[in-house]
Protein backbone atom coordinates (compact mmCIF):
# COMPACT_ATOMS: atom_id res chain seq x y z
CA UNK A 1 0.00 0.00 0.00
CA UNK A 2 1.19 3.71 -0.84
CA UNK A 3 2.55 5.54 1.99
CA UNK A 4 0.99 9.20 0.86
CA UNK A 5 2.60 11.05 4.11
CA UNK A 6 6.30 9.68 2.97
CA UNK A 7 5.42 10.57 -0.86
CA UNK A 8 4.41 14.12 -0.73
CA UNK A 9 6.51 14.67 2.77
CA UNK A 10 3.64 15.92 4.77
CA UNK A 11 0.20 14.79 5.68
CA UNK A 12 -2.54 17.02 4.16
CA UNK A 13 -6.50 15.93 2.39
CA UNK A 14 -5.64 13.70 -0.86
CA UNK A 15 -7.36 14.54 -3.49
CA UNK A 16 -7.44 11.48 -6.39
CA UNK A 17 -8.18 12.70 -10.21
CA UNK A 18 -9.38 9.71 -11.86
CA UNK A 19 -8.05 9.89 -15.99
CA UNK A 20 -6.70 13.48 -15.56
CA UNK A 21 -5.83 13.64 -19.32
CA UNK A 22 -3.37 16.35 -20.00
CA UNK A 23 -3.95 17.41 -16.34
CA UNK A 24 -6.21 20.93 -16.44
CA UNK A 25 -7.92 20.46 -13.52
CA UNK A 26 -5.45 18.65 -11.33
CA UNK A 27 -2.66 21.16 -12.35
CA UNK A 28 -5.07 24.34 -11.41
CA UNK A 29 -6.80 22.85 -8.86
CA UNK A 30 -3.27 21.83 -7.25
CA UNK A 31 -2.37 25.50 -7.39
CA UNK A 32 -5.24 26.75 -6.18
CA UNK A 33 -5.40 24.61 -2.97
CA UNK A 34 -1.70 24.28 -1.74
CA UNK A 35 -2.88 22.86 1.70
CA UNK A 36 -3.95 19.63 -0.47
CA UNK A 37 -1.89 16.76 -2.09
CA UNK A 38 -3.10 15.49 -5.33
CA UNK A 39 -2.63 12.68 -7.57
CA UNK A 40 -3.63 12.11 -10.97
CA UNK A 41 -4.37 8.63 -12.29
CA UNK A 42 -3.59 8.23 -15.92
CA UNK A 43 -2.88 5.28 -18.37
CA UNK A 44 -1.93 7.40 -21.75
CA UNK A 45 2.04 7.85 -21.40
CA UNK A 46 1.03 10.64 -24.08
CA UNK A 47 -0.85 12.42 -21.61
CA UNK A 48 1.15 11.23 -18.78
CA UNK A 49 4.15 12.67 -19.87
CA UNK A 50 2.56 15.76 -20.69
CA UNK A 51 1.19 16.53 -17.39
CA UNK A 52 5.18 15.32 -15.68
CA UNK A 53 6.37 17.88 -17.78
CA UNK A 54 3.69 20.69 -16.62
CA UNK A 55 3.75 19.93 -13.17
CA UNK A 56 7.44 20.66 -13.15
CA UNK A 57 7.38 23.41 -15.37
CA UNK A 58 4.13 25.17 -12.94
CA UNK A 59 6.76 23.84 -9.89
CA UNK A 60 4.02 22.45 -8.14
CA UNK A 61 5.32 20.31 -5.43
CA UNK A 62 1.91 18.72 -3.96
CA UNK A 63 1.10 16.95 -6.99
CA UNK A 64 1.99 13.61 -8.28
CA UNK A 65 0.74 11.25 -11.22
CA UNK A 66 0.91 7.74 -12.23
CA UNK A 67 0.87 6.36 -15.40
CA UNK A 68 -1.15 2.81 -14.46
CA UNK A 69 -4.27 1.23 -14.55
CA UNK A 70 -6.79 2.49 -11.77
CA UNK A 71 -8.65 -0.14 -11.23
CA UNK A 72 -5.85 -2.33 -10.21
CA UNK A 73 -4.07 0.83 -8.57
CA UNK A 74 -6.87 1.38 -6.10
CA UNK A 75 -6.97 -1.87 -4.09
CA UNK A 76 -3.27 -2.74 -4.55
CA UNK A 77 -1.75 0.44 -3.71
CA UNK A 78 -4.52 3.24 -1.93
CA UNK A 79 -5.08 2.30 1.97
CA UNK A 80 -8.26 2.56 3.75
CA UNK A 81 -9.86 5.73 4.42
CA UNK A 82 -6.70 7.70 2.54
CA UNK A 83 -8.73 9.78 0.51
CA UNK A 84 -10.11 12.92 1.11
CA UNK A 85 -11.91 13.32 -2.61
CA UNK A 86 -12.37 10.87 -6.15
CA UNK A 87 -12.26 13.21 -9.02
CA UNK A 88 -13.48 11.64 -12.41
CA UNK A 89 -13.83 13.74 -15.54
CA UNK A 90 -15.48 12.60 -18.63
CA UNK A 91 -14.61 9.13 -17.80
CA UNK A 92 -14.69 6.88 -21.16
CA UNK A 93 -18.09 6.42 -21.91
CA UNK A 94 -17.39 3.09 -24.17
CA UNK A 95 -20.58 3.51 -25.97
CA UNK A 96 -21.11 0.55 -27.60
CA UNK A 97 -23.33 -1.91 -25.38
CA UNK A 98 -21.19 -5.08 -25.37
CA UNK A 99 -17.94 -2.48 -24.00
CA UNK A 100 -20.16 -1.15 -21.17
CA UNK A 101 -18.31 -3.12 -18.71
CA UNK A 102 -15.39 -1.39 -19.17
CA UNK A 103 -16.28 1.64 -17.82
CA UNK A 104 -15.18 2.37 -14.49
CA UNK A 105 -17.87 3.53 -12.39
CA UNK A 106 -20.11 0.73 -11.92
CA UNK A 107 -20.32 -1.02 -8.29
CA UNK A 108 -16.99 -2.64 -7.79
CA UNK A 109 -15.20 0.30 -8.50
CA UNK A 110 -17.76 2.38 -6.68
CA UNK A 111 -16.83 0.03 -3.63
CA UNK A 112 -13.24 0.25 -3.96
CA UNK A 113 -13.43 4.37 -3.59
CA UNK A 114 -15.88 4.16 -0.58
CA UNK A 115 -12.87 1.82 1.13
CA UNK A 116 -10.10 4.79 0.17
CA UNK A 117 -12.27 7.75 1.31
CA UNK A 118 -12.47 9.17 4.49
CA UNK A 119 -15.70 9.48 6.11
CA UNK A 120 -17.22 12.69 4.90
CA UNK A 121 -15.21 11.94 1.83
CA UNK A 122 -16.27 12.88 -1.89
CA UNK A 123 -16.72 11.58 -5.29
CA UNK A 124 -16.90 14.18 -7.76
CA UNK A 125 -18.32 12.99 -10.99
CA UNK A 126 -18.87 15.27 -14.88
CA UNK A 127 -19.57 13.38 -18.22
CA UNK A 128 -21.31 14.83 -21.33
CA UNK A 129 -22.84 11.02 -21.90
CA UNK A 130 -26.30 10.59 -21.06
CA UNK A 131 -26.30 6.96 -21.19
CA UNK A 132 -23.09 6.56 -18.55
CA UNK A 133 -24.94 9.33 -16.79
CA UNK A 134 -27.55 6.86 -16.06
CA UNK A 135 -25.38 3.83 -15.34
CA UNK A 136 -23.01 6.33 -12.58
CA UNK A 137 -26.59 7.61 -11.12
CA UNK A 138 -28.01 4.55 -10.52
CA UNK A 139 -24.61 2.91 -9.32
CA UNK A 140 -24.31 5.97 -6.72
CA UNK A 141 -27.86 5.96 -6.41
CA UNK A 142 -27.67 2.22 -5.06
CA UNK A 143 -24.99 2.66 -2.84
CA UNK A 144 -27.22 5.87 -1.04
CA UNK A 145 -29.81 3.60 -0.57
CA UNK A 146 -27.52 1.05 1.08
CA UNK A 147 -26.47 3.38 3.66
CA UNK A 148 -22.79 3.59 2.14
CA UNK A 149 -22.84 7.33 0.49
CA UNK A 150 -24.89 10.37 1.23
CA UNK A 151 -25.92 12.57 -1.23
CA UNK A 152 -24.14 15.99 -1.94
CA UNK A 153 -23.32 18.71 -4.18
CA UNK A 154 -21.06 18.70 -6.89
CA UNK A 155 -18.03 20.77 -5.77
CA UNK A 156 -17.14 23.26 -9.10
CA UNK A 157 -13.49 23.51 -9.67
CA UNK A 158 -11.19 26.45 -8.81
CA UNK A 159 -10.80 27.55 -11.90
CA UNK A 160 -13.62 27.06 -13.83
CA UNK A 161 -15.38 29.95 -15.54
CA UNK A 162 -19.19 30.67 -15.55
CA UNK A 163 -21.07 27.88 -17.46
CA UNK A 164 -18.01 25.50 -16.29
CA UNK A 165 -17.85 22.89 -13.94
CA UNK A 166 -13.96 21.42 -14.15
CA UNK A 167 -12.21 23.24 -16.40
CA UNK A 168 -11.02 20.60 -18.27
CA UNK A 169 -9.77 20.05 -21.72
CA UNK A 170 -12.77 17.73 -22.62
CA UNK A 171 -15.16 19.82 -21.16
CA UNK A 172 -14.10 22.78 -22.98
CA UNK A 173 -14.21 20.80 -26.07
CA UNK A 174 -18.24 19.53 -25.64
CA UNK A 175 -19.57 22.86 -24.17
CA UNK A 176 -18.23 24.53 -27.23
CA UNK A 177 -20.26 22.10 -29.69
CA UNK A 178 -23.45 23.40 -27.37
CA UNK A 179 -23.49 19.50 -25.35
CA UNK A 180 -25.04 19.45 -21.98
CA UNK A 181 -23.11 18.61 -19.24
CA UNK A 182 -23.97 16.06 -16.34
CA UNK A 183 -22.83 15.90 -13.24
CA UNK A 184 -23.29 14.08 -9.77
CA UNK A 185 -21.71 13.67 -6.07
CA UNK A 186 -21.73 11.62 -3.47
CA UNK A 187 -20.17 11.96 0.43
CA UNK A 188 -19.24 8.74 2.48
CA UNK A 189 -20.76 8.89 5.55
CA UNK A 190 -19.47 10.86 8.88
CA UNK A 191 -20.78 7.85 10.65
CA UNK A 192 -22.41 4.74 8.88
CA UNK A 193 -24.89 2.97 9.49
C1 LIG B 1 -12.10 11.27 -22.06
S1 LIG B 1 -10.56 11.48 -21.28
C2 LIG B 1 -10.88 12.79 -20.10
C3 LIG B 1 -9.61 13.45 -19.62
C4 LIG B 1 -9.80 14.60 -18.61
N1 LIG B 1 -10.41 14.12 -17.37
C5 LIG B 1 -10.65 15.73 -19.21
O1 LIG B 1 -11.80 15.92 -18.75
O2 LIG B 1 -10.16 16.40 -20.11
C6 LIG B 1 -10.49 10.04 -20.23
C7 LIG B 1 -9.08 9.82 -19.67
O3 LIG B 1 -9.11 8.71 -18.79
C8 LIG B 1 -7.95 7.91 -19.02
N2 LIG B 1 -8.28 6.55 -18.58
C9 LIG B 1 -9.25 5.77 -19.10
N3 LIG B 1 -9.31 4.59 -18.46
C10 LIG B 1 -8.34 4.64 -17.50
C11 LIG B 1 -7.89 3.70 -16.52
N4 LIG B 1 -8.46 2.50 -16.40
N5 LIG B 1 -6.88 4.07 -15.70
C12 LIG B 1 -6.32 5.30 -15.82
N6 LIG B 1 -6.68 6.22 -16.74
C13 LIG B 1 -7.69 5.89 -17.57
C14 LIG B 1 -7.72 8.04 -20.52
O4 LIG B 1 -6.39 7.71 -20.90
C15 LIG B 1 -8.05 9.50 -20.76
O5 LIG B 1 -6.95 10.35 -20.60
Known sequence: MADFAQIYGRNAPLHVEIGSGKGAFL??????????????????????????????????????????????????????????????????????????????VCPENTDQMIRCLQPGGLINIATDHAGYFDQIRSTLDAAIAAGRLQPAEFVRAAAAEPGEYVATNYERKYLKTGKPIFTAAARKPQHPD
Do not use: M
Not at 52 to 58: A, C, L, N
Not at 68 to 94: G, K, M, Q, R
Open 27 to 104: LSEARARPECNFLGIEWASKYYLHTVDRIGRWGLTNVRIIRTDVAAFLPECVPDASVAAFHIYFPDPWPKKRHHKRRF
